[in-house]
């Protein structure tokens, strides 16, 4: 039943030319998103997004993590085998509910103008509106740059994890996936470990640079995914004061699986001691300029340290 008002809205829009790949930059900040979430891996985004998701005046698209700003190399409008899985995944139970975002999101052809119209309707209809993609907070200067032409105006809001709970967890699912052997020796772990491939996503001090250089403090909120673990109501209060929103309060569903994300098994020792020392110089700048959250990385590291 869901496929027929999909197809219906494929053929509206395309009959009401609303196909349009010429859009100003100038205009696109009229049609962009008002607020985007970068952050860490397993940081609580997903968590996130269903919590925002409630506030009346505020708006997520439906399928979390566009990633268009890191995966510009996808030009086609028809999604690749990823995309359509992971869009699948995140929107089926809602393509019905706004076929016509999905028409947008499925089939129009890739660029500036695809993504800014993603947010136009929402912004119609006086909606805050954002994006959650964590992975944006490894981009390179020239997509920050880039970010910063069309959307000058956008906030951007940062969420942190303990760099090492980040690296084992990014290790942990790489090795679910077959990626990494799970029976590899804490010396391996190291070495994959301080890969930039995944170390990039812990370099906390870069990022914040990216964005307030180009977009100044004021318009970036840091925090920490042990605050949302620990008080999830007062984080997401600050998130809405920052968006410029009422606190919700006891209108507030809190979802249940927050509480347990952050357990788990803990790496080696090895591999604990050798990311404490890579991270010991950020994290003493991040807990300088934070306090709290940092403070006890710090902390906790340095303890690691003396054991070796």
Same mark, same amino acid.
């Given at each position: 039943?869901?496929?027929?008002? *999909?197809?219906?809205? $494929?053929?509206? $829009? ?8 010429? *859009? ?13 979430? *970068? ?12 919590? $925002? ?6 708006? $997520?698209? =439906? ?24 869009? +699948? ?14 028409? +947008?999101?499925?089939?129009? @052809? +890739? ?14 209809? /006086? ?21 910063? #032409? ?6 951007? *809001?940062?969420?942190?994890?303990? =760099? ?14 077959? +990626?990494?052997?799970? #029976? ?14 995944? #170390? ?15 977009? /100044? ?15 999830? #109501? ?20 809190? @979802? ?34 934070? /306090? ?17």
């Amino acid at each position: 039943m869901g496929q027929r008002p *999909i197809r219906r809205s $494929l053929v509206l $829009l395309i009959e009401s030319h609303e196909i349009n790949l010429s *859009i100003e930059l100038e205009s696109m900040s009229d049609i962009g998103p008002h607020f985007i979430v *970068i952050g860490a891996q397993r940081a609580g985004t997903t968590w996130l997004h269903r919590v $925002l998701s409630q506030h009346e005046r505020l708006w $997520l698209t =439906p399928v979390k993590e566009l990633h268009y700003f890191d995966k510009q190399s996808i030009k086609l409008g028809v999604l690749s085998k990823y995309e359509r899985h992971r869009a +699948r995944f995140w929107s089926l139970k809602r393509a019905a509910i706004d076929p016509k975002w999905f028409c +947008r999101y499925w089939f129009m @052809p +890739r660029g500036h103008g695809w993504y800014g119209k993603l947010f136009r309707r929402a912004r119609q209809r /006086g909606k805050i509106a954002g994006e959650i993609t964590p992975a944006y907070a490894a981009l390179s200067e020239q997509k920050w740059d880039q970010i910063h #032409s069309l959307f000058p105006e956008v906030r951007l *809001i940062f969420v942190m994890r303990d =760099p090492i709970a980040r690296t084992w967890s990014a290790l942990r699912n790489n090795m679910k996936k077959g +990626r990494i052997d799970p #029976s590899s020796s804490a010396e391996d772990l190291i070495e994959l470990s301080l890969k930039s491939s995944i #170390s990039s996503r812990s370099d906390y001090i870069r990022a914040i640079r990216m964005v307030e250089t180009r977009f /100044g403090s004021e318009q970036l909120h840091c925090c920490f995914f042990e605050e949302l673990s620990r008080q999830p #109501s007062a984080f997401a209060d600050a998130i809405f004061k920052f968006l410029g929103v009422e606190p919700m309060g006891e209108g507030l569903d809190i @979802p249940a699986a927050v509480n347990s994300a952050a357990g788990g098994d803990q790496p080696p020792l090895a591999l604990q001691q050798a990311l404490a020392k890579e991270y010991l110089p950020m994290v003493d700048y991040l807990a300088e300029r934070f /306090g709290n959250v940092p403070h006890e990385w710090a902390t906790r590291y340095r303890k690691l340290l003396d054991l070796g």
